[in-house]
């Protein structure tokens, strides 16, 4: 929460690149503190270092959406926008097989499991100064538009990138007519309030859908169902996460933003329903542990098809370089926090209502579902100063349009 609150403080004086290099820092020194914590037999260094790599988490997940939607072209920018959510997922896998007693995740190996954090840090050290900068970042916050022309040159393998730098200059000169926008302005201004609002909302509805209730207690759930082997379960999860990841990938630029993340609310909501009636009855009828079994994996899948990965690189394609770091940092937050306190609550609601706690997150499906379909607009093949423009144009007057009506006429055309 603190470090996603704080992208903006980095990015808009380092540039985007270069803050992803320095926080590197922070995961090689909570590998440190982590891997040599049960040798110094201190928890405080234990704690102190899932701290750290804490606020790098916050940190890295504001950076990477923004700098690979600002490199990317228009074309492509949601499917390798999805790449940042398959890098997590991949992660989450390797972490669960070798989090297993069998490899690492025991009482001699922990603390070197902890510490292999270092390792992407370092790839990333040594393939990040291969990348270019941010030419959004050089042209736009830097006026260098010289070294913004050459970058785009290498990103785009071509010499003509006329289209590209007229984009960014239109949007250079759309950012000069306005005043420095902070995170108190995202909320005041009538031209921001409706694009904040659906970002946070979209960050919400990811961490707030039950995912993560999932994952954190995905074991002791398959136990309940009456799994036998509850952990090679939950690593089949994680294969599900990481397959349907790529799925969305490719499918991300046909059926656009808003059309993939209301099949997967959809989707979630049903096999969240599917999870509560097998759950229910698995003592009456002991084969609902097969159904159990589906409706997870089902949840997974539909998870990685809109919510997981959808709603990291939209925060970025809804917002003009001069208010995107802040809004990047407050739905970083919001993201966080929902996180943190469905992580912190779910085993006591759980307690609480036993086999129906997937109720709660089948009603806030629905919920995020509707916000969807009439506040969310579909953003593919557009630039990010076409969908500025778009909530400019709106303002407050029109905040009560559809997202068709409000885009139109690109809007209903580009969905599928």
């Known amino acids: 929460m603190i470090g996603s609150f704080s992208v903006g403080l980095f990015v808009n004086r380092f ?3 270069n803050s992803m290099l320095m926080m590197n820092l922070l995961a090689f020194v909570s590998s440190v503190l982590m891997g040599f914590s049960k040798l110094a037999k201190s928890f405080e260094m234990l704690i102190l270092g899932r701290f750290i790599i804490g606020v790098y988490c916050g940190l890295t997940t504001g950076f990477v959406p923004m700098y690979v939607g600002e490199v990317s072209p228009t074309a492509l920018r949601g499917a390798l926008g999805t790449l940042h959510q ?3 997922v991949v992660g989450i896998l390797i972490a669960q097989v070798f989090g297993l007693d069998s ?11 902890l510490s292999v954090i270092f390792i992407p840090a370092l790839l990333q050290c040594v393939l990040l100064p291969l990348c270019p900068e941010s030419p959004r970042f050089l ?6 538009e010289n070294r913004a022309k050459s970058v785009l040159k290498k990103l785009r393998g071509t010499a003509d990138v006329t289209r590209d730098l007229q984009e960014m200059k239109e949007e250079s000169r759309q950012m000069m007519r ?4 902070t995170i ?3 909320f005041r201004s009538p031209a921001y309030r409706q694009p904040i609002l659906i970002a946070v909302v979209l960050q919400l509805s990811q961490q707030l859908s039950g995912i993560n209730a999932v994952f954190y207690y995905s074991t ?4 309940k169902a009456g799994v036998q082997q509850p952990v090679y379960a939950t690593i089949g999860s994680g294969i599900v996460n990481t397959a349907f990841t790529v799925v969305s990938l490719f499918v991300v630029e046909r059926a656009g933003r808003r059309t993939l993340h209301l099949i997967g609310l959809a989707g979630m909501a049903g096999c969240a329903v599917l999870m509560t009636i097998a759950l229910a009855l698995l003592e009456q009828l002991p084969w609902m542990s ?3 079994i589906v409706a997870i994996f089902g949840f997974v899948a539909f998870f990685e098809v809109g919510p997981g990965p959808i709603p990291w690189f939209i925060v970025a394609e809804l917002f003009s370089q001069g208010p995107r770091p802040a809004a990047i940092a407050v739905a970083g937050f919001s993201n966080w926090t929902s996180n943190f306190i469905v992580g912190m609550c779910f085993q006591y609601v759980e307690q609480l209502c036993g086999p129906y706690v997937f109720i709660i997150f089948t009603v806030l499906l629905v919920l995020f579902f509707i916000f969807t379909y009439f506040k969310v607009p579909e953003t593919k093949g557009r630039t990010f100063d076409e969908i500025a423009s778009g909530f400019r144009q709106g303002g407050a007057s029109q905040s009560d349009k559809t997202p068709e009506e409000l885009f139109h006429p690109l809007g209903a055309d580009s969905q599928v």
Request: proline letters at 3%; glycine letters at 8%; a negative charge.
């Open 15 to 17: 540039g985007r690149r």
């Open 86 to 88: 398959l890098g997590i």
């Open 103 to 113: 490899i690492m995740g025991n009482e001699d190996l922990w603390p070197l499991l």
């Open 139 to 144: 042209l736009i916050n830097r006026n260098e």
């Open 178 to 181: 306005e005043k420095k926008v």
């Open 184 to 186: 108190l302005e995202l």
């Open 220 to 223: 002791s759930i398959f136990e």
């Open 290 to 292: 097969y159904l159990s």
